[in-house]
């Protein structure tokens, strides 16, 4: 299933947008406009790589352990291994949601997210250069109004950069295992109308859900598409996957200009459309943000 809905009984952020028969949302944005992004880099002090990541009021953070161990059925191969969880805190939703730790067991949602995130970033990590070790990325909801596994990807993806960066630097690889970037978005039809990047009153009353992950270089590694209500035809899905490109393309911008902020730097940088950098104020925590309106920046 494609739908951000949370688990059973609870539901999303008071502040969540609702879509307009036609033009702008009530949040202000036009229907192909994702919510502002904003990636702050190296948040843990701990971890190899982390990140916290807001899009909208949706809140993530995302961190990376490496490990010189692999499965079982690697062990002699030579290869590594990434792997990922993912896990709601009890009151990231409007109703408080028992932690399923607590339940001993884990429902068959978070399952399907886990297994995502981590399919999305092997897409892209040589794993036969990371030797054996393993990567396990850990992806946390803090708070959520939608879209909470596309965003997850999102921050993981630099967490996971900082990691293998990490690996270099500390001379444990002679290269980096990182092929390109990937990113993740939701796109959907609500009251008949394409929108991209939906919270969560826009996400529970679609029509057609759909996210979408993309790699750098175009490639997909994952289409999720549910209907409820109506069904989506073949040019329903090729007007979501061009709408999900355009918003990628500006994520995976935003993602480079968190891993170009650095860890632990309290400088701030500005980054127009064409990526060109400026540097800015300081004595603030460095972050990489990303408006509705598709300016990348560095504070």
């Known amino acids: 299933m494609a739908s951000e809905k949370g688990p ?3 539901a999303g ?3 969540g947008s609702r879509a307009s028969a036609r033009g702008k949302r009530v949040d202000g944005r036009a229907p192909d406009r994702p919510r502002p992004l904003r990636i ?3 948040w843990l002090d701990h971890a190899e790589g982390s990140a916290l990541v807001t899009c909208g009021s949706t809140r993530v953070l995302c961190a990376v352990s490496v490990e010189d161990r692999v499965p079982e059925f690697l062990r002699g191969s030579g290869r590594g291994w990434l792997t990922a969880e993912y896990a709601m805190l009890p009151r990231s939703t409007h109703t408080r949601s028992d932690r399923e730790s607590a339940k001993g067991k884990i429902g068959g949602r978070t399952h399907e997210i886990q297994r995502l995130i981590g399919r999305s970033l092997r897409a892209v990590v040589d ?3 990371l030797g054996e070790r393993t990567l396990f990325v850990d992806c946390d909801v803090l708070q959520a109004d ?5 965003t997850a990807i999102n921050g993981a993806w630099v967490a996971v950069a900082q990691a293998l960066g990490k690996l270099v630097d500390d001379g444990v690889l002679e290269r980096n295992p990182l092929r390109e970037p990937v990113a993740a978005i939701s796109v959907g039809l609500v009251d008949g109308e394409l929108l991209v990047d939906l919270a969560y009153r826009e996400d529970s009353r679609a029509e057609v859900d759909a996210n979408f992950v993309m790699t750098g270089s175009g490639g997909l590694v994952e289409v999720q598409g549910t209907a409820e ?9 090729d007007r979501m996957l061009d709408a999900a490109w355009k918003a990628i393309s500006g994520i995976q911008r935003l993602q480079k200009a968190a891993l170009s902020v650095g860890r632990g730097s309290s ?3 500005a980054v127009d459309g064409r990526g060109r950098a400026k540097r800015a104020t ?3 925590r460095a972050v990489a943000t990303k408006r509705a309106g598709g300016r990348t920046s560095r504070r």
């Open 8 to 10: 059973r009984g609870s």
């Open 13 to 15: 952020s008071k502040s």
């Open 40 to 42: 702050e880099p190296g």
């Open 127 to 129: 794993l036969d250069a």
């Open 146 to 150: 939608g879209g909470t596994r596309t």
């Open 229 to 237: 209500g109506r069904t989506f035809g073949r040019r329903d899905l």
């Open 267 to 269: 400088g701030a940088a």
């Open 282 to 284: 300081k004595g603030k």
